[in-house]
């Protein structure tokens, strides 16, 4: 029974994932950006990260994340920077220009949120994402994805 439970909550969050991203493009797109590159953007805002740990971060292939910031640094959105913790794995660095278009969808996303989460309450979203998170800690767990 349990099983069926969550069953029918994996599909529904896949649905809900594929929602969230087709809006994240929406919102992204009249700073030029997709879902996928505002994270890259996001993320290098720390400018503390590697390639490889903004991807481990986001739950992402790290070689789809380099593809993402080497486009991005081509268009000076992000630098790469030395990193005095490993000599080869540079820093990802949002730069003046993404920061002026990461602002750009974070005013609009904020609105979009404001909506949308207006129509719960926030013990409401705030079980939803225990239970997102507890699926995830046990999905990341050794074994437990069924290899």
């Given amino acids: 029974m349990e099983g069926n439970a969550f ?4 599909i529904t969050a896949l649905r809900l ?7 994240g493009d929406q919102l ?11 994270q890259v953007l996001a993320a290098a805002r720390r400018g503390d990260m590697s390639v490889a ?3 481990r971060a986001l739950g992402l292939a790290r070689q ?8 991005l640094a081509a268009e000076k959105l992000i630098a790469y920077a030395d990193n005095p913790q490993h000599q ?18 974070e005013v609009a996303q904020a609105g979009w949120a404001d909506g ?8 409401e979203l705030d ?18 994805a069924g290899d």
């Avoid at 789809?64 to 486009?71: E, F, I, K, Y």
């Avoid at 990802?92 to 993404?98: D, F, H, I, P």
């Fill in 17 to 23: 994932a594929g929602h969230l991203t087709a809006a």
């Fill in 28 to 38: 992204a797109k009249p700073a030029g950006q997709t879902s996928a590159r505002w």
């Fill in 53 to 55: 740990q903004i991807a």
């Fill in 116 to 123: 949308l989460g207006s129509a719960f309450t926030t013990a």
């Fill in 7 to 10: 069953s029918a909550f994996a």
């Fill in 127 to 144: 079980a939803a994402r225990a239970v997102m998170a507890r699926v995830m800690a046990m999905l990341e767990s050794d074994g437990a």
């Fill in 88 to 105: 080869r794995a540079k820093l990802v660095r949002l730069t003046a220009e993404g920061a002026a278009r990461l602002g750009v969808i």
């Fill in 64 to 71: 789809g994340v380099q593809r993402l910031a080497d486009v």
